[in-house]
C-alpha cells in the first residue's frame, strides 16, 4: 500500500513537469472554453434542448480530456516506460505487476478529473454554466468513460513497438475523434456520411452519455451508449492482458 | 593449491546453479551452466558479449524463465518465490534507466518505499557521492552518477545478496576503482556479490572466484590466483642493458627456463616467486648494469586466451 501510494504521487509529480503534457491535457481545453464561450455565449438554443454553448461544451470537452489522457498520455508513457526498462526496473522489487499498473491508472484519472473539475469552475465562473442532472450519475458515466478510453490506451502501449509509434497511432486515433464526436463541432452539422462514421467511434458515445446526463437524462436513455463503453471496456481489458509488455 | 583445499567444503551457498540452460530462438544462450556462489564472496561472472552473462543473471533473479535446469537462491525458487526473494536481493541492470525527471532523491525515497526493509538512503548518498546531486534530474546526471545511482537503488533495501550487471561500463578509471571499493565494502559487511563484467582486470583485482563463460558455458572456475596458476604459464623478467653479456649467467639461475636477448632487450622466462630477486642479485653481482627492469606475469587474459583459443574482444 504504502508503494502504490508513494509510486502514484511520485508519478503525478513527473506529469506535472512535463509542461507539454500538461498545457495539451489540461490548458488547451481550458483556452478553446474561453475562446469559443466567448465567440458563442451561453445563451439557452433551442438545438441544446434549451441549454446554452458552454453547458455543453463542459461535458463535450471533458469527453476530450478522457480521450487525451487514455489515449496518448497513458499510452505514451507506459510505451516509453517500457521501452526505457523503466517498466522492467519496477518489476525487480516487491510491487506486484497490478500496483504498478494501477498506479498510472490512479495518476491519470485523477489527472482527468482535474480537468473536468477546471472546466466546470471556468465555466461557473465566467459563462453562468447550466447543470441540470446529477453529481453522482454524472461521475458514474464519467468513470466508465475513462476507464474504457485507459483500457485502449493499455492496448496501445501493449501493441506499438516503440514510444514513438505508440504516440503517432495515439494521434491518428485522437484527432479525427475529437473534430467528430460533437465536442467541437455541433454533430448535425456534418453531412450524413460523416454522421454515420462519427457514430462508429467511441469518443462520440462518450460526450453524448456526458451531456445527456449533465442535461439530467435518465440511464434508460443511454443504454446505448454504456453498453458501447462497458462491452468496449471488457474487450480492450482481455486483450490488453494478453498483448500487454513489461519488456 | 593445498591451501584452497582446506577452506572449499565448509562454505555456505547462497546461489546453487544446475544445469542452467536457455534458448532463444534457435540460438542457445546458455548452455548446462552449472555453479555455485558462497556466502560472503564476490562472485564475477567473466566474459565477451553475448556470452550469455547477462541470461545467467537475469535467470537468477528470476525475471527470465531458464528453458531447463535448477536454481536455488537464499533456498529460495527465484520465479515461485519471487515475491519472497524480492526483498532480499538487490538488482543492478545493464543498461538501466528511470524517469528523465525523477530526482535521485525521489527515485530513493520511492525505491525504498517499496521494501519492508531499508536502509538510511542519505547514508548512501553520501558514500557514493551523489550528495550534491541529490535534487538533480535523472536525465541530468552523468553516465557515471546515473551508474552510482542504480547502484544505490540495489542496495536501498539492506539485500543479502546483490546482482550487478556490467557495473563499471562506461566509467572512467578512476571512478570504476572507486566503485571497486565501494564493492568490496558491500563483502565485508557480509553481503554476497554476484557480478558479471567484460573487463578481465576487474574480475582479477575484485572477485574472490571467477567462472569464466563463452558461447554460453562455463569454461573455468576459481580464484583468479588459482585459474592463473593453473595455466602453468611462465612469469617474465624484462630489462634493457648496453653491456656485453653471456646469456648462460642467467639461464643457469634457480627457476629459469630460458633466456632471450632481443638487442638490448633481455627477457628472462622462469618459474617461481623469487624468480626476480634471482636474475637482480646475479646482475649486482656481477656488476652488470640494467635498466628498465619489470616483471611480467600471466593475467586472466591470457587464461582466457588459452581455453578458449581467441581474444575477448572478437
Known amino acids: 500500500m504504502r508503494g502504490l501510494r508513494k509510486l502514484t504521487w511520485t508519478e503525478m509529480k513527473l506529469f506535472f513537469r512535463e509542461p507539454m503534457a500538461t498545457f495539451f491535457t489540461l490548458g488547451f481545453p481550458l483556452m478553446i472554453l474561453f475562446l469559443f464561450g466567448s465567440i458563442w455565449g451561453n445563451k439557452p438554443a433551442k438545438e441544446f434542448g434549451g441549454f446554452g454553448y458552454v453547458d455543453m461544451s463542459v461535458p463535450g470537452f471533458t469527453a476530450v480530456i478522457i480521450a487525451s489522457t487514455g489515449l496518448i498520455a497513458l499510452a505514451v508513457t507506459m510505451a516509453t516506460y517500457r521501452e526505457k526498462g523503466i517498466l522492467r526496473r519496477l518489476r525487480a522489487t516487491p510491487l506486484r505487476p497490478h500496483t504498478v499498473l494501477g498506479a498510472q491508472v490512479m495518476v491519470f484519472f485523477a489527472l482527468t478529473v482535474f480537468g473536468m473539475i477546471l472546466l466546470i469552475i471556468a465555466g461557473l465562473l465566467v459563462f453562468r454554466l447550466r447543470f441540470a442532472g446529477n453529481a453522482l450519475s454524472v461521475f458514474a458515466g464519467f468513470s466508465l468513460s475513462t476507464l474504457s478510453f485507459f483500457s485502449m490506451g493499455f492496448i496501445l502501449a501493449g501493441l506499438m513497438p516503440t514510444a514513438r509509434t505508440a504516440q503517432i497511432v495515439a494521434m491518428v486515433l485522437f484527432y479525427p475523434m475529437i473534430f467528430l464526436c460533437g465536442a467541437y463541432i455541433p454533430f448535425h452539422i456534418l453531412p450524413k456520411t460523416m454522421q454515420q462514421f462519427a457514430e462508429v467511434l467511441p469518443l462520440t458515445h462518450v460526450v453524448t452519455l456526458l451531456r445527456g446526463l449533465w442535461m439530467g437524462h435518465g440511464w434508460g436513455e443511454h443504454l446505448k451508449e454504456v453498453g458501447v463503453l462497458a462491452g468496449l471496456m471488457i474487450v480492450c481489458v482481455i486483450v490488453s492482458a494478453k498483448t500487454f509488455r513489461w519488456e | ?314
Open chain 2, 1 to 314: 593449491m593445498e591451501s584452497e583445499e582446506k577452506t572449499e567444503p565448509e562454505r555456505k551457498a547462497a546461489v546453487r546453479v544446475e544445469h542452467l540452460r536457455r534458448v532463444y530462438d534457435s540460438l542457445v544462450a546458455v548452455d548446462d551452466v552449472s555453479f555455485e556462489i558462497y556466502e560472503g564472496e564476490i562472485f564475477g561472472m567473466v566474459g565477451p558479449n553475448g556470452a550469455g552473462k547477462t541470461t545467467t543473471i537475469e535467470c537468477i533473479e528470476g525475471l527470465r524463465r531458464p528453458d531447463g535446469g535448477d536454481i536455488e537462491v537464499l533456498g529460495l525458487h527465484p520465479r515461485r518465490d519471487g515475491y519472497a526473494l524480492r526483498p532480499r536481493i538487490g538488482v543492478q541492470f545493464q543498461e538501466g534507466a528511470l524517469q528523465e525527471r525523477l530526482k535521485v532523491c525521489e527515485a530513493l525515497d520511492l525505491f525504498s518505499s517499496l521494501y519492508p526493509r531499508s536502509t538510511d538512503w542519505e547514508a548512501l548518498l553520501e558514500q557514493l557521492g551523489l550528495a550534491d546531486k541529490r535534487d538533480a534530474h535523472f536525465d541530468k546526471l552523468s553516465g557515471g552518477q546515473k551508474q552510482r545511482l542504480f547502484v544505490a537503488l540495489a542496495l536501498v533495501n539492506d539485500p543479502e545478496l546483490v546482482f550487478l550487471d556490467e557495473l563499471t561500463t562506461g566509467l572512467d578509471p578512476h571512478a570504476r576503482r572507486a566503485m571497486w571499493d565501494l564493492i568490496r565494502g558491500i563483502r565485508d559487511k557480509g553481503k554476497t556479490v554476484f557480478l558479471t563484467t567484460h573487463f578481465m582486470e576487474e574480475a582479477e583485482r575484485l572477485c574472490d572466484r571467477v567462472a569464466i563463460i563463452d558461447h554460453g558455458r562455463i569454461v573455468a572456475l576459481d580464484s583468479p590466483e588459482n585459474l592463473i596458476r593453473s595455466l602453468g604459464a611462465e612469469n617474465r623478467v624484462v630489462f634493457t642493458t648496453e653491456e656485453a653479456f653471456g646469456s648462460q649467467q642467467l639461464s643457469n639461475l634457480p627457476g629459469v627456463t630460458r633466456v632471450e636477448a632481443i638487442g638490448e632487450r633481455i627477457v628472462v622466462y622462469g618459474h617461481g616467486d623469487k624468480l626476480v630477486v634471482e636474475v637482480v642479485n646475479a646482475l649486482t653481482s656481477s656488476d652488470i648494469r640494467f635498466r628498465d627492469l619489470r616483471t611480467e606475469q600471466p593475467n586472466l587474459e591470457d587464461v582466457f586466451l588459452t581455453l578458449t583459443g581467441h581474444e575477448m574482444r572478437d
